[in-house]
């Protein structure tokens, strides 16, 4: 039976198998590129187009791909996004060259050196009260620039009726964005020594998030499959707080947000959070997690791919899992092949999974390893 790639996602989400494996590339900065290995994309396969990047933010430095290159990496989904505030963009577009780019909350990153961007502009490090979480100027999740294409191109790829569509709004969720106010030192300090403030802190930045997804969610409509939400909660080795902690602090945040998507739209929660995770994977079952992603199997147990299938497979679909640690960057092709095929083996039979690499791809990578991975998902995750 031939599928279309929207198909060959609902399907494989629906815990059934497909003719393939669904292949996640370019819908986000999760799962797309840096420029370096695009350009050698495009130079390999002959295409010709300017760079575009997520979010129009090129020190975020990922690639929003051409049509062109996306057929040819077999991707079966296309990314929805929304955008900075046009004021956010314009001040950006017209800065001083080099200086930090700053985003519509006041955080942002520094030119660490030419090129390369990094974050660290943390404009409430020094915040302990509850008093400087009320008067900081928060942005305005309610201006209709952020949202004002949604509607139009939701409509479009629906209309295709082609691609599965993955609605990837650009919010960091409450425990990102909180470090990337105070920084990860500071405000990791402040959730052992100040938990009160901390949370007071995520609740404030939960809050403003809601009303931007409800914004992107009022103008995608039933158009979405997937709505894309994470927060990297783990390390190479551990988590980054201890599961009392998340439990206590964190969770209830995330069970509140991801209740209030499930009350707006039927499309599946898509769970990124990079590193050692594995402890907590009960509880973004328990939550409301359809989709877990990246699997970062260069990290802690999330290696142990036949224990997350028997354990958790028939309960979430797992997205990513090719390695871009090691195996992506410095793999021979064979390598690159055998790796798929290794996890497809394991992650594949009975549905619900689907290949992406493990967060973006990277400078280093070769883009002859690129067309390996997602050729190789052609060649042996046919069911």
């Not at 577009?93 to 990094?118: L, N």
């Not at 009260?129 to 479009?156: C, G, L, S």
């Not at 969720?173 to 500071?186: K, L, N, S, T, Y």
């Not at 092949?337 to 290949?355: C, L, N, Q, Y």
């Amino acid at each position: 039976m031939s599928y279309t790639p929207r198909e060959r996602v609902l399907s494989a989400i629906n815990h059934r198998e497909p003719d393939r494996v669904p292949i996640i590339i370019g819908t986000s900065n999760t799962t797309s590129m840096k420029l370096p290995p695009y350009l050698g994309l495009k130079k390999l396969l002959g295409i010709e187009s300017p760079d575009s990047f997520v979010y129009d933010w090129p020190e975020l430095g990922t690639v929003l791909p051409d049509e062109r290159i996306l057929e040819r990496l077999h991707g079966d989904a296309r990314g929805l996004l929304d955008s900075f505030p046009a004021e956010t963009l314009l001040r950006n577009k017209t800065r001083p060259p080099h200086d930090p780019f700053i985003d519509d909350w006041g955080s942002g990153q520094k030119e660490i050196e030419p090129g390369r961007w990094y974050p660290g502009v943390h404009p409430m490090r020094e915040a302990q009260t509850f008093e400087e979480i009320e008067n900081y100027p928060w942005p305005n999740m309610d201006d209709p620039t952020r949202v004002a294409h949604v509607k139009e191109t939701a409509q479009k790829l629906a209309e295709q009726n082609k691609y599965a569509i993955i609605g990837t709004p650009w919010l960091l969720f409450p425990f990102e964005r909180a470090i990337a106010m105070q920084g990860m030192e500071v405000f990791l300090e402040n959730m052992a020594l100040r938990p009160d403030f901390a949370e007071a802190l995520l609740k404030k930045i939960a809050q403003l998030c809601k009303v931007l997804m409800g914004h992107f969610l009022e103008a995608a409509g039933e158009n979405l499959d997937i709505i894309k939400i994470g927060d990297d909660l783990g390390t190479q080795e551990s988590l980054l707080i201890s599961p009392r902690m998340y439990r206590r602090i964190l969770k209830p945040i995330h069970t509140d947000f991801i209740s209030f998507i499930k009350e707006r739209t039927k499309a599946r929660v898509f769970f990124h959070t990079d590193g050692d995770v594995f402890d907590l994977i009960p509880d973004f079952i328990e939550m409301g997690v359809d989709i877990l992603n990246p699997i970062q199997t260069s990290a802690g147990k999330m290696a142990n791919l036949q224990e997350l299938k028997s354990r958790f497979g028939d309960q979430l679909t797992f997205c990513g899992a090719v390695d871009t640690h090691h195996v992506l960057p410095t793999g021979t092709i064979q390598e690159v092949r055998d790796e798929v095929k290794r996890v497809i083996d394991i992650m594949a039979p009975g549905g619900g999974f689907m290949v992406a690499s493990v967060h973006t791809i990277m400078d280093e990578v070769p883009p002859e390893n690129i067309l390996a991975m997602v050729d190789a998902v052609e060649e042996f995750g046919k069911y």
